[in-house]
């Protein structure tokens, strides 16, 4: 049993630093952050902000030069099912169909077929691709590929979800589909998500708390809290307060570029 | 299969005029060249241009004879059978041989760095070399006869064979080997799950040049003095003057290897269904 207190993923004065051509580059800088179950974050931030390595790092493709990463208190040294990622260009099975694909995890855990079986089927229907089980992945949409991808993951018991720019290849429409379609899963299920995005829109729209990430180095800037009512319009004034001010603070390290 | 519900399967179903004409057009256009060049070869041999090789009639009669015999009955009348048969078990047997070498074999160096670093450098040594300069070596290592058609049709289906694995293998992408290690899958389970099923497009091509090299080599290694097969058919008929023996093999064995060719991409179409850019 854990302590309700105690954070799901926590990230503590985490640097990363790699070497090109004889330079040392930061791509992240003494970076806090605690995640309690449940809650719904994105980071957000230019390219070069350290936001992706972050994710990477909590998903345990990547060690930390300093600091530690923890989940449940244990230090995370490799990718485990736990934390399930999401990737931009999905990353899917080309050889395995929607149906397949889905399965690939409980399977590799030898989970027993029959018990499998029923996982993929619900996980296929909850993303709304039953019509296409069958189907590979060429032969699908980008949008279709994605949720492809979230059952994927969802269906090998993932308690975080690690969403690295997901919908940043779709079109704007799939992309407000999907946003609406992940934030109902997400209600209904206990998941924590970690998502990063460089659209401020996106990141409000989506998230419990909104990490805002400036580059070099890549750092955590702050920290903001939403309070909007569920669902969330993006064309009220609040909505757009907020949006204003997150603006303000994306752009704030400019100035200080020179330093 | 839920194929047909497919966007792209829609409308191609939508465009097709009717399935009988839609089928029989890419016959005809792949007919026109072959048409175009019996032509030409009946207008030269009828007009003279040449007095040693014959004309599409004969060399038509005289494959019905090899074939089936009763017009000429000599010592190749109604042997084309034997023929065949034995050049099939020699590209069949070398090429098997080589498949069940050369897969291991690439599947090793592009998964160990310690087995690249020791026989990449030697195979890319010996690949150069062209299958033809084996053809002395062979013979004095094999002796005249089938093991030395069987060893150069190894030879020459090994290579393509080998380095499309290699490229197969190492050319996995690496978003794959990181889905599949969140998912649970690691280590050794990984082989299996990720490398063999991505490098397969790959290995499949290898195969069917492979293939394609054992019935292009296979003319050379029956030149080794054998008493049968396709080649020895035209080497014989070389040496005989019998310019319609050596067109009767050329066209048996062509036919022979197209037919095998698309006996494989049938095989590679059915088992990379999945793969958007491999259909044959």
Request: net charge positive.
């Amino acid at each position: 049993m854990a302590e309700p207190t105690l954070p799901i993923i926590e990230i503590r004065n985490v640097t990363k630093t790699f070497q090109l051509q004889g330079q040392t580059i930061h791509a992240l800088k003494d970076a806090s952050l605690s995640i309690r179950k449940g809650e719904f974050v994105t980071l957000i931030g230019a390219s070069g902000c350290g936001k992706s390595t972050l994710l990477r790092i909590i998903a345990g493709f990547e060690k930390p030069s300093e600091g530690e990463a923890l989940m449940w208190g244990k230090p995370i040294s490799e990718p485990e099912p736990q934390r399930g990622m999401v990737f931009q260009d999905y990353a899917l099975f080309p050889w395995l169909s929607v149906r397949d694909n889905i399965a690939f995890g409980p399977t590799s855990r030898g989970v027993p077929k029959a018990q499998a079986r029923d996982t993929v089927e619900r996980f296929v229907d909850m993303v709304g691709l039953g019509r296409f089980a069958d189907a590979y992945p060429h032969q699908l949409s980008g949008g279709m590929r994605q949720r492809v991808a979230i059952a994927r993951v969802l269906a090998n018991d993932a308690e975080v979800v690690l969403m690295d720019e997901p919908f940043g290849a779709l079109d704007a429409m799939t992309r407000e589909r999907l946003q609406e379609e992940l934030l109902d899963i997400w209600a209904r299920t206990n998941l924590t998500v970690v998502f990063v995005t460089h659209a401020i829109e996106e990141a409000i729209f989506l998230a419990d708390r909104v990490v805002v990430m400036t580059p070099g180095p890549g750092r955590i800037e702050s920290d903001n809290p939403m309070a909007l009512a569920r669902p969330r319009d993006i064309a009220s004034p609040e909505f757009n307060d907020i949006r204003r001010a997150l603006s303000g603070k994306l752009h704030s390290h400019h100035g200080k570029k020179a330093a | 299969m839920a194929l047909a519900d497919t966007p792209q399967q829609r409308l191609a179903d939508m465009r097709a005029p009717s399935p009988w004409l839609a089928r029989l057009k890419p016959i005809g256009l792949a007919l026109i060249v072959p048409g175009l060049l019996l032509i030409f070869w009946h207008v030269a041999t009828a007009r003279r241009w040449t007095r040693l090789i014959p004309t599409p009639y004969e060399t038509a009669e005289y494959m019905v004879d090899f074939v089936f015999g009763g017009i000429y009955n000599d010592a190749f009348s109604a042997t084309a059978h034997i023929h065949l048969l034995a050049s099939m078990s020699r590209v069949y047997g070398g090429f098997g041989l080589a498949m069940l070498a050369a897969l291991p074999l690439g599947l090793l160096i592009g998964r160990i760095p310690l087995a690249r670093l020791t026989l990449d450098p030697f195979f890319q040594l010996m690949r150069p070399i062209p299958v033809t300069a084996w053809l002395p070596l062979s013979m004095i290592l094999f002796g005249l006869g089938a093991r030395s058609a069987f060893a150069l049709v190894f030879l020459g289906a090994f290579f393509p064979i080998l380095l499309n694995t290699i490229f197969g293998v190492k050319n996995v992408d690496p978003k794959l080997f990181e889905a599949a290690s969140m998912l649970g899958c690691k280590g050794n389970a990984q082989f299996f799950r990720v490398v063999l099923p991505a490098a397969l497009p790959s290995i499949f091509t290898g195969l069917r040049l492979g293939l394609g090299l054992a019935w292009f080599v296979i003319v050379v290694g029956e030149m080794t003095g054998v008493p049968q097969g396709l080649g020895a058919v035209i080497m014989d008929g070389r040496t005989l003057s019998r310019t319609e023996l050596v067109i009767c093999g050329m066209i048996i064995i062509g036919v022979a290897g197209f037919i095998s060719d698309r006996i494989v991409v049938a095989i590679g179409n059915r088992l990379l269904r999945w793969s958007p850019n491999h259909h044959g």
